[in-house]
């Protein structure tokens, strides 16, 4: 019973959780920036290199060729397939990173000036201890 208590500690951990709750929100805000630059970005940038989708830029490397079959129909050389170099998906990866990494910039940059702004607020004066209230009183009461 010890191992699974001690899982259990370890699963509820709080920063385990917040990890967690990062990477399922990280995710979704990655897949929300990837259609932002698909959709919006890439189609714009397209249109300024003259209207060509920038998913389709590639370099061939390698010539393809059909599979050849003599009289009997055996196959006697297989086919080969073209070979790309793919560069426009490597562009488009790049400015969806360079998307997600200034929002995530943002985001961090925001939420550091909100604890700035809670770190320059003036803390509240301490409570006075024990000894302190019954000196006041003391005094007080000689007072009268």
């Known amino acids: 019973m010890g191992f699974l208590k001690e899982f259990k500690d370890f699963a509820m951990r709080g920063n385990l959780i917040d990890f967690a709750v990062g990477v399922v929100v990280g995710g979704a805000f990655g897949k929300v920036t990837s259609v932002f630059v698909d959709g919006i970005i890439m189609p714009v940038v397209g249109k300024l290199i003259g209207g060509q ?3 389709d830029l590639k370099y061939k490397i ?4 059909k599979e050849v079959m003599d009289a009997a129909g055996n196959i006697t050389t297989k086919a080969v397939p073209e070979v790309y170099i793919k560069y426009g998906e490597f562009i488009t990866t790049v400015i969806d990173f360079t998307a997600v990494a200034f929002a995530m910039f943002l ?3 925001a939420m550091n000036k909100l604890k700035q702004k809670e770190a320059e607020a003036p803390a509240a ?4 201890g024990k000894e302190e209230v019954l000196l006041t009183e003391i005094r007080d009461l000689l007072k009268k």
């Open 125 to 128: 004066p301490p409570a006075p």
């Open 107 to 109: 985001v961090i940059k």
């Open 53 to 55: 989708d920038f998913s």
């Open 62 to 65: 390698q010539e393809g060729s």
